[in-house]
């Protein structure tokens, strides 16, 4: 702490010595650039050694659980052997002061990292990715098998690999990003089909209720993704609504008002609107197997099913399907995509577009290597369909390490309209609300995108960051040769995602 503020002392210092002398904004090299710069390689470099400590902690971990199993005496039944993991396990959470249940996750950890992902052990000793990508790899790895675990490994940590991930590698990502990634190409090639597993997963689909502080308290669902996905962007869609100069309350407290005005039903004071205003709703979502959508949802403060006294209607959300054309004729069970959630089963993409669901927009995909094509214009505004296809491209904000889904985002001329931009969709990206604000208030700038690209990021400091792209892979021909674009057959091994 000390060091620190000696620093900081040392940094304002110098800052008031460079301004009395005018060096700052003269055109010559500039000490105080210099010295924010360390300061960035200096935050960049700590994180690799939190990295290198936790591999460090993964090999002690590894080591002292086999030592100690070679000194015990064989187990003579489970109960035995039961009994000897959890000493194991107790000794470990003594000396590191942590619960038996983190101790337990930590040796399972460390045996999958030292025995059957030597990429991820690798990468974790470099500082290249963090433990918590490192925890992520072991766990969406879980249940592919040596062979899985192993591609899903080069995928995103070896660079000479063929079929290596589009954009970023592992380290590159923020751990959560990583983790979207790696599920949707778990839930592509696991050994199991996606319907099978969706089959046996949907029975256990429950509502959960936690007490918390202050009054408060949790209330979750786990549900189907459609259902899911449906409520949140229906819940986003009627805050975003009810948002204007005369509305105290958050985009959040919004979302969270509606559903649990959705979900009681009746009448109940609105928070934020000091108790005077009362809306009365029904409740909400169709009743239904596994896999419903949620419809006739009341509208939100509008007229109609949202009851008397509401003023403003609550717009459908626009949600997209990506679905390969043999999944949805029903000759495969590759995933569909649902954008806002990730993979799904066929059978729920077809349900979807069968019932019609208004909400949900189909786009079936290039069989030939998973893209959609480019939709260009040469005028300013930006039409429904460019704004659609910059949904595909992107997925998300592209800012790095935002989870803003495409949803809510706005579409943006990456060089001004005034400077010579076209509306094209290489001119374009699709920031969040607060990131398209970074854009235009301060000096970081988006760079270059194309038609299958987001555009990537430059920062104030002058750092170049990637995006994270959307990870297309060719949908699979059964027992048929797969076309390319001559129109030519080609086995599915040979036909990899556009760079």
């Known amino acids: 702490m000390e060091a620190a503020e000696a620093l900081a002392a040392s940094a304002a210092a110098l800052v008031a010595s460079l301004r009395a002398e005018g060096s700052i904004g003269s055109g010559e090299a500039d000490p105080l ?32 659980a086999g030592a100690a199993e070679a000194l015990l005496e064989p187990a003579v039944s489970p109960e035995d052997h039961k009994g000897q993991e959890m000493a194991v396990i107790a000794e470990v959470a003594c000396a590191m002061t942590v619960s038996e249940p983190a101790a337990a996750n930590l040796l399972v950890e460390a045996r999958e990292l030292t025995k059957a992902l030597p990429l991820t052990m690798s990468a974790l000793q470099a500082g290249t990715i963090s433990w918590q990508h490192a925890r992520i790899m072991v766990d969406e790895t879980s249940g592919l098998g040596p062979e899985g675990a192993q591609a899903l490994e080069a995928r995103f940590l ?17 751990a959560g990003r990583f983790r979207a990634r790696a599920r949707t190409w778990r839930e592509r090639h696991h050994p199991v089909s996606i319907e099978k597993r969706h089959a046996k997963c949907v029975g256990d689909r429950r509502v959960l209720f936690s007490p918390d502080r202050d009054g408060m308290a949790w209330f979750s669902a786990y549900l189907p993704g459609d259902t899911a996905s449906g409520i949140w962007e229906r819940s986003t869609a009627a805050a975003r609504a009810m948002q204007g100069p005369d509305e105290p309350r958050t985009l959040t407290q919004l979302r969270a008002d509606n559903v649990a005005r959705w979900l009681l ?55 997209l399907i990506t679905v390969p054309v043999m999944a949805l004729l029903g000759a495969t069970e590759e995933p569909a995509m649902l954008d806002g959630y990730g993979p799904i089963p066929p059978s729920m993409a077809r349900q979807l577009i069968a019932d019609g669901a208004a909400s949900f927009h189909r786009v079936l995909i290039d069989p030939r290597d998973g893209a959609p094509l480019e939709i260009g214009r040469t005028s300013y505004p930006v039409t429904k369909a460019q704004r659609q296809w910059l949904r595909l491209r992107d997925g998300k904000c592209p800012f790095p390490g935002c989870n803003n889904q495409s949803l809510d985002n706005e579409a943006d001329h990456i060089l001004a309209w005034a400077k010579g931009g076209t509306t094209g969709i290489s001119n374009l990206g699709q920031p969040c609300r607060r990131h398209h604000r970074l854009r235009h ?59």
Not at 37 to 56: E, H, M, N, P, S
């Open 33 to 64: 650039r210099q010295l924010a710069d360390d300061f960035l390689d200096g935050l960049a470099q700590t994180g690799r050694i939190d990295a290198q400590v936790a591999a460090v902690r993964v090999h002690l971990a590894a080591e002292y």
């Open 158 to 174: 070896d660079p000479e690999v063929a079929n290596r991930a589009r954009g970023c590698l592992a380290g590159e990502m923020v």
């Open 265 to 319: 039903g009746g009448s109940r004071p609105l928070p934020g609107n000091g108790g005077g205003e009362h809306v009365s709703a029904g409740a909400g979502i169709v009743a239904g197997g596994p896999g419903i959508v949620p419809a006739a949802l009341p509208a939100v403060d509008g007229a109609g099913p949202g009851g008397p006294g509401v003023d403003v209607p609550s717009p459908r959300a626009q949600v």
């Open 441 to 499: 208030t301060t000096a970081w700038k988006p760079t270059g995108a194309t038609k299958d690209k987001p555009p990537g990021w430059m920062s104030p400091a002058g750092r170049s960051y990637q995006s994270e792209h959307p990870d297309w892979e060719p949908p699979h021909w059964p027992g048929m040769a797969i076309p390319d674009a001559n129109g030519q057959g080609s086995s599915a091994s040979a036909v990899e995602p556009p760079d």
